[in-house]
Nanobody, 129 residues
């Protein structure tokens, strides 16, 4: 299995940028598709982005498309989320997650948090207006 640790959260003003990182350890990193999710107080955990094994295929929630970019480094075993033009509604705890690529899930399935077996502890992002 894989262990995930997020970093990079913090407090920023609206319009600013943050870059989140997720470091993976354990079983071969390239065996996993990766995802980012977020959860705001009182709300359900929601999909933010996903990236496949090779990093060639990505998917984004409509709410972040054009502002957020996810990438992975399969040598350093990391996945990143570059967040630009942040808005107060982006305030949430952000989680990195992984599932085995061999499951061959559809893009729709990859948007469901139930598809991911492995999760980090989360990192807080707060955007002030």
């Amino acid at each position: 299995q894989v262990q995930l640790v997020e970093s990079g959260g913090g407090l920023v003003q609206a319009g600013e940028s943050l870059r989140l990182s997720c470091a993976a350890s354990g079983r071969a990193f390239t065996s996993y598709n990766m995802g980012w999710f977020r959860q705001a107080p009182g709300k359900e955990r929601e999909f933010v982005s996903s990236i496949n094994q090779s990093g060639e295929r990505t998917d984004y929630a409509d709410s972040v498309k054009g502002r957020f970019t996810t990438s992975r480094d399969n040598v350093k075993n990391t996945v990143s989320l570059q967040m630009n033009s942040l808005k107060p509604e982006d305030t949430a705890v952000y989680y990195c997650a992984a599932h085995l690529a061999i499951l061959n899930l559809s893009e729709v399935q990859k948007r469901r948090h139930s598809a991911y077996a492995y999760w980090g502890q989360g990192t807080q992002v707060t955007v002030s207006s």
